[in-house]
């Protein structure tokens, strides 16, 4: 059991990040189905899925960059929850 902090933050337990391979910089997104929280795990960070999704493996702005997958994670969310 995990608790929320005032930030909305919540520590997944060593035993589940051992089990399922989790490290620092994978990414994690949120689903929300039949009023649950659904937590999916993708490997590598937020600049590599960014390069993937656009075909780049040009260098750019690391802040520009989850900015622009903050609006497309968002979107997304709207998407699926209509």
Do not use: C, W, Y
Request: aromatic share 2%; net charge positive; proline share 2%.
């Amino acid at each position: 059991m995990s608790r929320i902090t005032k930030k909305g933050q919540v520590t997944i337990p060593k035993k589940i990040r051992d089990i399922l391979g989790i490290k620092p910089n994978d990414i994690g997104i949120f689903t929300i189905k039949e009023g649950s929280i659904l937590f999916t795990v993708k490997k590598g960070n937020i600049l590599n899925a960014h390069r993937k999704k656009n075909n780049k493996a040009v260098d750019v702005d690391s802040s520009k960059v989850r900015e622009l997958m903050k609006k497309d994670m968002a979107e997304k969310i709207i998407r699926e929850n209509k």
